[in-house]
């Protein structure tokens, strides 16, 4: 079962984080640095891109140093 829904996803080229709660992560975290930052939206969406992308390789690698510890989850 989970399997079968990994590979969905895998083969899914959506983005899986929501739009609108990622891009007021982005917004809150940028005022941080600078006031009254604008963003275009095609910004937002590169943001979130390589995020998703970023977070996958990072399950892969964690998954396969569960493997080799013979562990079953991360």
């Known amino acids: 079962m989970a399997l079968r829904e990994i590979r969905r996803y895998q083969r899914s080229t959506e983005v899986l984080i929501r739009k609108l709660p990622f891009q007021r992560l982005v917004r809150e975290i940028a005022q941080d640095y600078k006031a009254d930052l604008c963003f275009q939206s095609s910004a937002i ?8 992308a ?18 079953i989850t991360i």
């Open 45 to 52: 969406g590169a943001l979130q891109e390589a995020t998703e």
């Open 54 to 71: 970023y977070l996958c390789g990072l399950f892969e690698d964690t998954q396969l140093c569960a493997i080799h510890a013979k562990r």
